[in-house]
Structure formats: structure tokens, C-alpha cells
């Protein structure tokens, strides 16, 4: 049994957010990372991803992520950032290693991976969701013969040419792997509801600001007029205001269900498809918090970001419910300081 003070599961941008502030301490901590390489869910992002805001703007804390060229980010910009992010700091990550259950124990909780176990004081959970992704049930789906791919396994538009294809999901992903699928194959983009566009000189930056003035409102108890945007809403990155000037940001509602060779419609019309991308989102990756019982409905009770049913572990970087904006770079660096602060917090008593 390896003894630390801090167990972080995960690598991503939230892990090493909270790994940032922890070397800041004296305790003892490690990060344990399922994937091969540095990066998170962002090596599995397809190849033409870009992300919404400036790279002045997508910063985790510690060191600004270096200039580019382009207008934003691409994937492999943000990969070579948290590759040279891990180096900077000399973080005491161990990958490849699967954590397969947290449970609880007189001393702490056992962290268990592989034939290794951790006896860790306080365990946080920074696991994101790539590794959860979310499939809508349709009557007869599993008649259908074409192709389905989740936006998770998403590459490029190339394996789709010539073909019909449904792109199901109204947000971000939904958008921009229709715009460049679109340009090699025949789309539909079905959408549950009419897609939200933000204005062109809106971008994650701009977002991020709000969600933070939301932040600022509820601490001080002030109600908040807002614009018309959320960061759900779809942001008009170059490949999007492409497919706009082409003319194929149009979407219809649901289909009621599959057959063999395609989907009905309401309608009763029959359309033959050729492969389905779902671009349907994610839910927390929490298996590994099973054996502790804390999750209900796919999340976990929190207070701020710690679990209220079992205060030895926090939960960092999973949406809205563990902070304002923290599923993003730039967002998570405001949750990952309180979750230190509060373990510093935890331990200076437990010690006493």
C-alpha cells in the first residue's frame, strides 16, 4: 500500500488545474491517468476541432497558453499546451493506470489500481466525461444497418463521403461536424429544438465573462439581467459561418424511429440512411466512485465541489453542478483553487 495525501483521478485540463495549487503546498499528491499520453478527452477531439475563445483566453492557472497563428486553438495546439504544462511543473503523474474503485477505509480511502493500492487522506475526481458518452434511444435502432458513431469517435469527414448522413445534436459538436461533414456528403442535421446561434462577435471569452458575473451575482445575492447566450449555444467559429453562407444550418425535429435502411419521420415519410453521427454529449465518468455509493441520476451530491455524503472526496470539472464554467480551461482554474483550499483546510484539522 503506497501512502499520499492527495489522490487526483484523471489527467486533463482539471486535474492539472488542482495539481497546479497542490504543488503550491506541502502535501503529498498524485495524478492518475487512464490515457497513454498528456492532453485528457482532448486527444480524442476530432482532427479539425478548434476551441471557441483566444488562446489568451483558454489558459489554465500558472502559464498562459502560448500565441497561434490561427483565430483559435486547434485540438493539437491545446495537446502540445498540457504536454509542456505536465513538463513546466514536474507533476507526478502515472499513466497509463485505471483506477477501478475508491473505497473507504478506517485510515483514509484505498485508491485501488490495478495490483496497487493508494491510501490517500483525500481523493479528487477529475475524470471529465469522454469516456461517458450519451446515445438517445430510438424504436428499432438496433434494426438499423448503417453505420453509427458517437461524436466521441468522431475523426474526420472523409470515411462519409458520398454518403446520407444524420447529424443528431443541436450544440456545438452538432454544428461543427456538420459543417464539415456536409461539404463531402448529403446531411440532415436533427436538432430536438431549433438551434441557438450566438451572434458572430461572441465567443468563449465572452461567455466565460458572463458565467463569471453570474458567479459574482449569486455570492452577493443580486438578481442578474443577462444577454442572450449560454455556453450551451452554438458559437460561430469559421467552419460554422462557412456552412451558414452554404446554406445548411438548417435543421428539422426528431425522426420516431429506425428501420433497416434509414428512419421514419412523423410524418410517416421514410428517409434511407447511411450512417448516424450522434453528437448527443456526455455524462461523468463516476464508475469509480461506485463502490462509495455517492451517485445518483449520473452526478454526485456537492457542496461547492465536495461530495456531501462522503467528505474525503471532491469532485472537479464536470459541468455547472462542481462549478460555474469549470468543464473549461480557462473556467476551471476558479474551482480548482477553492477545492485546494478546502483540502489544505481538511488536512491542517484532521491533523490536529
Excluded at 447529424?167 to 440532415?188: H, R, W, Y
Aim: some cysteine; aromatic content about 8%.
Amino acid at each position: 500500500m503506497r501512502q499520499i495525501d492527495v489522490a487526483i483521478v484523471g489527467g486533463g485540463q482539471s486535474a492539472l488545474a488542482v495539481a497546479y495549487f497542490l504543488r503550491r503546498t506541502s502535501r503529498s499528491f498524485v495524478l492518475l491517468d487512464a490515457e497513454s499520453g498528456p492532453g485528457g478527452g482532448w486527444r480524442h477531439g476530432w482532427e479539425s476541432l478548434h476551441l471557441f475563445s483566444p488562446a489568451s483566453s483558454s489558459s489554465i492557472p500558472g502559464w498562459p497558453m502560448p500565441a497561434t497563428d490561427e483565430e483559435t486553438p486547434s485540438r493539437d495546439h491545446v495537446l502540445a499546451y498540457l504536454a509542456r504544462y505536465e513538463q513546466r511543473y514536474a507533476l507526478p503523474i502515472e499513466r497509463p493506470v485505471w483506477v477501478d474503485a475508491v473505497e473507504r477505509h478506517a485510515e483514509g480511502l484505498l485508491v485501488k489500481v490495478g495490483a496497487t493500492t493508494w491510501l490517500a487522506q483525500a481523493v479528487v475526481s477529475a475524470t471529465g466525461t469522454w469516456r461517458h458518452p450519451y446515445t438517445p434511444c430510438y424504436p428499432g435502432q438496433e434494426l438499423f444497418q448503417g453505420q453509427q458513431i458517437h461524436s466521441a469517435r468522431y475523426v474526420n469527414a472523409s470515411a462519409f463521403s458520398g454518403q446520407k448522413v444524420l447529424v443528431v445534436g443541436g450544440g456545438n459538436s452538432g454544428a461543427q461536424i456538420l459543417a464539415e461533414v456536409s461539404k463531402v456528403a448529403d446531411t440532415c442535421w436533427v436538432t430536438l429544438a431549433e438551434p441557438q446561434f450566438l451572434p458572430d462577435d461572441v465567443d468563449g471569452r465572452v461567455l466565460f465573462e458572463r458565467a463569471t458575473e453570474r458567479w459574482r451575482a449569486q455570492q452577493e445575492g443580486r438578481a442578474l439581467e443577462e444577454p442572450a447566450g449560454r455556453l450551451g449555444d452554438i458559437v460561430m467559429v469559421p467552419s460554422v459561418k462557412e456552412a451558414r453562407a452554404r446554406g445548411v444550418l438548417q435543421a428539422v425535429r426528431p425522426f420516431e424511429r429506425f428501420t433497416g435502411k434509414g428512419v421514419v419521420w412523423a410524418d410517416g415519410r421514410e428517409t434511407k440512411v447511411d450512417a448516424v453521427i450522434w453528437c448527443t454529449g456526455f455524462r461523468p465518468a463516476l464508475t469509480h466512485l461506485a463502490s462509495l455509493s455517492l451517485v445518483s441520476d449520473g452526478r454526485v451530491e456537492v457542496d461547492q465541489t465536495r461530495s456531501v455524503r462522503e467528505p474525503r472526496v471532491w469532485l472537479v470539472g464536470y459541468g455547472e453542478w462542481t462549478g460555474m464554467a469549470s468543464a473549461t480551461l480557462i473556467g476551471v482554474t476558479r474551482t480548482a483553487r477553492s477545492t485546494v483550499k478546502e483540502i489544505e483546510a481538511y488536512l491542517d484539522q484532521r491533523e490536529r
